[in-house]
C-alpha cells in the first residue's frame, strides 16, 4: 500500500513559480515510480512529468518539457517527490496529484495504481 499526499499548491502571478510536494509513504515506496498529473474541471487528466523509482529516469509531456522540473528524494523513509514549475500561464491553472505504481521506469499513462488527493494550483493576475 502506498500514500501519497501533496502540497504547496496556491495563488501564483503569470510568469512565477511554484514548487510542489509529494510525499511518498509506504514499506516500498522507494520501488515505485511517482507521476505528476493535472486536471481541469471539464477536461481530461494529463501526465505532465514522471520518474523513476530511484530517480534517475524521467519522462516528460510536451506542455511539461522546459518548464517543469521533477525531482526525487529517498533518502528518508518517506520519500518526497517535487515538481518545479516556472514561467506558469494562466493555463496551468489546474488542480494537480501525484501519482505511483510499483514499478522501475515510469509512466505517464492513467494507469497508477494509488493517486493522491490532490493540490490547487491557480495562475491569475
Known amino acids: 500500500q502506498l500514500q501519497l499526499v501533496e502540497s504547496g499548491g496556491g495563488l501564483v502571478q503569470p510568469g512565477g513559480s511554484l514548487r510542489l510536494s509529494c510525499a511518498v509513504s509506504?514499506?516500498?515506496?522507494?520501488?515505485?515510480?511517482i507521476g505528476w498529473y493535472r486536471q481541469v474541471p471539464g477536461k481530461p487528466r494529463e501526465g505532465l512529468v514522471c520518474?523513476?523509482?530511484?530517480?534517475?529516469?524521467?519522462?516528460?509531456a510536451d506542455s511539461a518539457r522546459g518548464r517543469f522540473t521533477i525531482s526525487r528524494d529517498n533518502t528518508k523513509d518517506t520519500n518526497m517527490v517535487y515538481l518545479q514549475m516556472n514561467s506558469l500561464e494562466l493555463e496551468d491553472t489546474a488542480r494537480y496529484y501525484c501519482?505511483?505504481?510499483?514499478?522501475?521506469?515510469?509512466?505517464?499513462?492513467?494507469?497508477?495504481?494509488?493517486w493522491g488527493q490532490g493540490t490547487q494550483v491557480t495562475v491569475s493576475s
Open positions: 509506504g514499506p516500498t515506496s522507494d520501488q515505485h515510480a
Open positions: 520518474i523513476s523509482s530511484n530517480g534517475r529516469s524521467t519522462e516528460y
Open positions: 501519482a505511483g505504481r510499483r514499478a522501475f521506469y515510469c509512466s505517464l499513462g492513467q494507469d497508477q495504481s494509488y
